[in-house]
Nanobody
């Protein structure tokens, strides 16, 4: 089992930066990848970014590429999502997730991730 707790959300103006953290506990060494997803009411959960636990590989959604950076601290068992040049369209609840299955490539599908945090709200004002 893995427990995930997100923090760092808040209300920021468009163009600002914000960093999210995800503290992981439990059997973290058994995880293959960490992911960030986001969701707005009435819409499906959307992939944002993911990284393998070792940090050797990362993937991003096209909508955030060049603006968001995912990173992980293996020692602290923490995954970060640094967000720059935020836009009102980035407003959502952001969820941290963990995938324990070793794959040929990092999954961008929410169903591949077994463990989820409760989410943290990010609101970007125009």
């Amino acid at each position: 089992q893995v427990q995930l707790v997100e923090s760092g959300g808040g209300l920021v103006p468009a163009g600002a930066s914000l960093s999210l953290s995800c503290a992981a506990s439990g059997r973290t060494t058994k995880m293959y990848a960490w992911g960030w997803f986001r969701q707005v009411p009435g819409k499906k959960r959307e992939f944002v970014a993911a990284t393998v636990r070792t940090g050797d590989s990362t993937v991003y959604a096209d909508s955030v590429k060049g603006r968001f950076t995912i990173s992980g601290d293996v020692i602290r068992n923490t995954v970060y999502l640094h967000m720059d040049i935020l836009e009102p369209e980035d407003t959502a609840v952001y969820y941290c997730s963990a995938d324990s299955t070793r794959r040929w490539s990092i999954s961008k599908t929410a169903g591949a991730y077994e463990y989820w945090g409760r989410g943290t709200q990010v609101t970007v004002s125009s």
